[in-house]
């Protein structure tokens, strides 16, 4: 507890003072290590309980994320935000079929969201991605409330996602740090560039002059900090059958690689990061919605789609 409190502290000082560094840095330390972890406890967790239908679905679709990210990334082409929203909201109607045995109640919600990022992306597509950048980071909730569930657990995991993200937004701890101690918003140990060239990542352009917008970024990136922790640290503790050493080796090793290729061109591998963490992140919608989403019917039996603790 005390290690991991002390990692809770040390990430909301870095966020709050230097917010562009610890962005960049998490991201460049911890971003490979934990989509590779997360795939590995998604795949251990979930693929086994799902239909084979709806892990030849999800692998099609996900597959197109890839190509998708990745021609784009290789500057092949450049194809519009609502693109990848359509494979998305396809992605999360394969959680149907485990809705539709839920009740009625369930399905209502699965196609409210499938609505959702429909809409989103013939509405707002950039905004809509956006958006889902950021609830990203409050994924491991959801994952901890599978596998876990009891309340002292939710309740750290709202403190630390929900509470603390919004007490930097606030901008009080801006004010309190810099009225006693230099703050380095600025401060950019990878080259990354300015931070004004990093807003976008999280807000749109729209937005980036608003006075809170720094706090906004903070609070956002002292989440994703969190989000790769609770991913490497937390979650394996929940996934059936250890990890291989080789498997901890590999993931080792490609972080190291990732800090490499973000310190030589953090723009480049932040374009291919990007490809592999779109993936990841996709990977969850379908799944989180299958397994969250609370059953209306009664009698009913616990749907294929579900982990085992």
């Known amino acids: 507890m005390i290690p991991g409190a002390l ?70 082409v450049s194809p519009p935000p609502a693109a990848e929203l359509l494979l998305a909201g396809a992605l999360a109607a394969v959680a149907l079929p485990a809705l539709a045995r839920r ?9 409210a969201l499938v609505g959702a990022v429909a809409g989103g992306a013939a509405l707002a597509p950039l905004e809509t991605l956006l958006c889902f950048a950021v609830l990203h980071n409050l994924t491991p909730l959801g994952f901890l409330a599978e596998a876990d569930g009891r309340r002292r657990v939710l309740a750290l995991g709202l403190a630390v996602f929900v509470a ?23 401060l950019d140990p990878l080259g990354a560039g300015p931070l004004a060239a990093h807003l976008g990542a ?62 030589h061109d ?16 996709w990977v969850e919608l379908p799944i989180l919605l299958a397994v969250l989403t609370p059953a209306t019917a009664r009698g009913r039996t616990t749907p294929r789609w579900r982990g085992t603790t």
């Open 164 to 186: 603390l993200p919004l007490l930097i937004a606030s901008g009080l701890p801006w004010r309190l740090w810099t009225a006693a101690l230099p703050a380095a918003p600025e």
């Open 7 to 76: 990692l809770v502290a040390a990430l909301f000082v870095a966020a709050v003072a230097a917010p562009l560094a610890t962005y960049t840095g998490t991201l460049a330390l911890f971003g490979l290590p934990h989509v590779l972890a997360e795939l590995r406890y998604v795949g251990a967790r979930f693929a086994p309980q799902a239909a084979p239908a709806a892990r030849a679905a999800v692998a099609a679709l996900l597959f197109a994320v890839l190509g998708l990210r990745g021609a784009q990334a290789a500057g092949l």
């Open 266 to 281: 953090f723009a480049g591998a932040r374009r291919a990061y990007g490809a592999l963490a779109a993936v990841h992140a």
């Open 103 to 111: 009740g009625a109640g369930a399905v209502v919600v699965g196609l």
């Open 202 to 263: 999280f807000l749109p352009a729209a937005l980036h002059d608003r006075p809170w917008a720094l706090h906004a970024f903070a609070a956002i990136a002292f989440a994703q900090g969190m989000h790769h922790a609770a991913v490497i640290r937390v979650l394996p503790r929940y996934q059936p059958g250890a990890w291989p050493r080789w498997l901890v080796a590999g993931i080792a090793l490609a972080g190291a690689g990732g800090l490499a290729a973000f310190a």
